[in-house]
């Protein structure tokens, strides 16, 4: 029971932080050096200044920024791979940055020759203690940081959920006929407005989702979601919840939040579409006006 409990709380799902690149940098720098002033003034680890190649701050200096170029490296290959941000999970975050602490603590071991005078240098003695002290040190950040940024998280959204005023009756409206020229051909894609449910960017394409005549429909239409959102302007109730979504407000039945924002269940509809953190603030104030 207590297993199947920890899988469920490793798939809730969790920001994905490492997007924006000046960002990274800036945290990787302030980790960085928390991490110095930490090995500094609390020497966690037993030395012996007798072995050491070069001055013991330049030897705390290399290990606490070694994670710098590993971190920002390692996910900017990552991007390649993660597509959407919503499908980052708790369990997704403590298994990379596991492989990071793995891949810091075998750089430890490699330029062991270039700090530390000792003829064992190379012994797999040494290897499994640079492993071992890299994940003491990572210890705090797997598993009390993140599991206490997640529940943070979660607090502050499904707090900020009260703020909303519900919507429970909306007036009639025939709504009004979109037409959105498909570039592949002469042929045009034509909607009701209020037959909208959503759009998701699918690659170079755009899916676009309505409901009429009981059923879903989904077109996929190559056209960027910004230029969508263009041709949508001037219906005050389509929001872009996400990088990657629009959505009418009015088909919402339902929002839920979790770590990454919120999620919304829409009418008629087993789909459900994320509020992204940054644009929580904005879809409250919105929502509640429309």
Not at 157 to 179: A, E, H, M, Q, V
Not at 180 to 203: C, G, P, R, W, Y
Not at 283 to 289: G, P
Request: glycine content about 2%; aromatic content about 16%.
């Amino acid at each position: 029971m207590k297993l199947k409990k920890i899988k469920k709380y490793l798939k809730e799902p969790y920001p994905y932080y490492y997007r924006n690149k000046q960002q990274l940098i800036i945290l990787l720098f302030i980790i960085s050096i928390l991490s110095f002033c930490f090995s500094y003034f609390f020497e966690p680890f037993v030395v012996n200044n007798l072995e050491h190649k070069i001055n013991y701050i330049w030897i705390l200096l290399i290990h606490a920024f070694i994670p710098l170029p590993v971190v920002y490296l390692y996910f900017h290959f990552m991007h390649n791979i993660i597509k959407e941000n919503i499908n980052w999970t708790l369990g997704k975050e403590i298994f990379n940055l596991s492989i990071i602490l793995l891949i810091i603590g075998i750089i430890g071991f490699l330029i062991r020759d270039l700090i530390y005078d000792n003829p064992e240098n190379w012994s797999f003695r040494y290897f499994k203690e640079e492993i071992r002290n890299t994940f003491l040190v990572g210890f705090l950040l797997l598993i009390i940081v993140l599991p206490l940024n997640l529940e943070r998280l979660i607090y502050k959204y499904t707090s900020s959920l009260k703020k909303i005023i519900p919507k429970t009756n909306y007036k009639d409206s025939k709504g009004i006929l979109i037409s959105i020229k498909k570039t592949t051909s002469n042929e045009k894609l034509e909607f009701n407005s209020t037959d909208f449910l959503f759009a998701k960017v699918e690659s170079n394409y755009t899916e676009i989702f309505t409901y009429s005549s009981k059923e879903i429909n989904k077109v996929l239409i190559r056209i960027t979601l910004k230029e969508l959102e263009e041709e949508l302007k001037s219906i005050s109730y389509v929001f872009k919840t996400h990088r990657s979504y629009l959505v009418n407000l009015k088909a919402i039945e339902s929002i839920s939040g979790n770590a990454q924002g919120y999620q919304l269940v829409l009418k008629n509809c087993s789909v459900t579409v994320p509020v992204s953190r940054s644009n929580v603030a904005n879809f409250n104030t919105i929502y509640s006006q429309v």
